[in-house]
């Protein structure tokens, strides 16, 4: 069966610019997680999905993040006025169910953001 | 707040040696412990995890972590190293609310032949 996915693997772009990243979850998956790394760092949460929901958006950095899920499955994390400081990998994860304590996240591959 | 301590950044083992990478965790609360692999240019790949039990968890690839509540550690082992086993490890712990991960800084694994 598909892994998580996400698209693009790579994204450049210049300071100011708006930017969508997707993530397509193992199917049957509810439960739905974004994390950012930065270089030398590890991953650091930044919003999940129970569903179509955004049950907790704790780790998003300011008002510039967004993200949706809008039925259930395929989220874009959508980022505004990039700066330069958002340069990172972008990583997501998807788990059956937030509320099985024992269930792991299942991680993609990221996406690459690096803002000019 | 839940915290995770990898306080290694680079381990360094010779292939066929035993390896071992630390963490500690601080938790309020019963800890969920995780251990990722992630290999250069890849997403993290789940190792394996404690949830309750056996102190002694086995994983993915040979691994192994010992869960130890005084000590508050969740270190991860292996019994004879590999070349192929060099990476950069994580060590993770679970938000019983949210569910969300707090990883450690990870440690480079480094084993040569």
């Known amino acids: 069966g598909a892994g998580v996915s996400q698209t693009p693997s790579n994204k450049v772009t210049e300071k100011g610019k708006y930017v969508e990243l997707r993530c397509d979850p193992i199917?049957?998956?509810?439960?739905l997680y974004w994390y950012r790394q930065s270089l030398g760092q590890g991953p650091e949460f930044l919003i999940y999905f129970q569903g179509t929901g955004a049950a907790d958006d704790s780790g998003l950095p300011n008002d510039r993040f967004f993200a949706v899920r809008p039925e259930g499955s395929v989220s874009t994390l959508k980022i505004q006025r990039t700066e330069r400081g958002d340069s990172a990998v972008y990583l997501c994860?998807?788990?059956?169910?937030?509320?099985?304590?024992?269930?792991?996240?299942?991680f993609g591959p990221g996406t690459r953001l690096t803002v000019l | 707040a839940q915290s995770v301590a990898q306080p290694e950044d680079q381990v360094n083992v010779a292939e066929g040696n035993p390896l071992t990478v630390k963490c500690t965790y601080s938790?309020?609360?019963?800890?969920?412990l995780f251990w990722y692999v992630q290999y250069p240019n890849r997403g993290l790949q789940f190792l394996l995890k404690y949830i309750t039990g056996d102190n002694l968890v086995k994983g993915s690839y040979g691994f192994e972590a010992e869960f130890n509540k005084s000590q508050t550690s969740f270190h991860l082992k292996k019994p004879s190293a590999l070349v192929s086993d060099s990476a950069l490890y994580f060590c993770?712990?679970?938000?019983?609310?949210?569910?969300?991960?707090?990883f450690g800084q990870g440690t480079t694994l480094q084993v040569k032949p």
């Open positions: 199917s049957g998956h509810t439960a």
């Open positions: 994860a998807s788990s059956l169910s937030v509320t099985e304590l024992y269930n792991e996240q299942f």
């Open positions: 938790v309020s609360g019963n800890p969920y």
């Open positions: 993770a712990v679970r938000d019983g609310n949210t569910g969300k991960l707090i």
